[in-house]
C-alpha cells in the first residue's frame, strides 16, 4: 500500500516528528489524510490515540508549557484554521536533547502535523487572527497530574513570537525548568 505523507522530517529530538501530508485538491476543494494506523505505523509512530482535542483561541494567546505525569501523552498536533508556533521541550533526562527546545510553524493551510513523544513539555503561540487546534492524544486528560514549565523561563530562551502574549493565571504561575524535580521529570 503506498504511503499517502508527503514529507516526513526527523529532527534531532529522538522521536519527534515534522509530517507534511499529501493533499488533493481541485476546483471542488481538498482533501487529506490526517491519521491512518498502517501508514504512520510505518513512519515509526506505534502509539495508540485514546482521546481527540480541539481548542480555539485568538491571536496572541500563548497556551504552555503542558504535559503530564504520570499518564504522559503522545500528541500528534496540527492546526484545523489559521496558523501558530508550536514549541515542545524536551523532559527526558536520557535523551541527548534534554532541557532543549524545537519550534515550528503549523499552519491550516499546509495541513503540517507534529508528533510529540512522551516525555515533551509543549504549547504554541497563536500567530493567526484566531486558530483552531487539534490534539489527538495516547492517554486521557488528567487534571490532577498536569504539569507544566513558564513559557518565559530565560534559561531555555525560547524565541516567542511576543513578549507580552495573552496566557491563562494558570500558565503564568507555572515553575522554571530548573524548578523541576526528579519525579517531574522522564527517565
Known amino acids: 500500500m503506498e504511503l499517502v505523507i508527503i514529507e516526513v522530517l526527523r529532527t534531532e529530538f529522538p522521536g519527534l516528528v515534522f509530517i507534511k501530508p499529501q493533499i488533493f485538491g481541485d476546483e471542488r476543494g481538498?482533501?487529506?489524510?490526517?491519521?491512518?494506523?498502517?501508514?504512520?505505523?510505518?513512519?515509526?509512530?506505534?502509539?495508540?490515540f485514546v482521546q481527540d482535542n480541539i481548542s480555539f483561541s485568538s491571536k496572541g494567546v500563548l497556551r504552555g508549557l503542558h504535559y503530564q505525569k504520570p499518564y504522559a501523552q503522545g500528541k500528534l498536533v496540527s492546526v484545523l484554521h489559521g496558523e501558530v508556533w508550536d514549541v515542545v521541550v524536551d523532559l527526558r533526562k536520557c535523551s541527548?536533547?534534554?532541557?532543549?527546545?524545537?519550534?515550528?510553524?503549523?499552519?491550516?493551510?499546509?495541513?503540517?502535523?507534529?508528533?510529540?513523544?512522551?516525555?515533551?513539555?509543549?504549547?504554541?503561540?497563536?500567530l493567526s487572527e484566531t486558530a483552531?487546534?487539534?490534539?489527538?492524544?495516547t492517554d486521557k486528560y488528567s487534571p490532577e497530574n498536569e504539569r507544566g514549565i513558564i513559557w518565559n523561563d530565560k534559561s531555555l530562551q525560547i524565541s516567542w513570537p511576543s513578549?507580552?502574549?495573552?496566557?491563562?493565571e494558570k500558565d503564568r504561575k507555572l515553575p522554571m525548568f530548573a524548578e523541576l524535580t526528579n519525579e517531574l521529570l522522564f527517565d
Open 96 to 126: 541527548p536533547t534534554f532541557g532543549k527546545w524545537k519550534g515550528f510553524t503549523l499552519t491550516s493551510k499546509n495541513k503540517e502535523q507534529l508528533f510529540v513523544p512522551k516525555g515533551f513539555a509543549h504549547g504554541f503561540y497563536v
Open 30 to 48: 481538498w482533501f487529506y489524510e490526517s491519521w491512518n494506523e498502517e501508514r504512520y505505523k510505518s513512519i515509526g509512530i506505534n502509539d495508540n
Open 163 to 168: 513578549d507580552t502574549p495573552i496566557a491563562s
Open 132 to 137: 483552531q487546534f487539534q490534539y489527538k492524544c
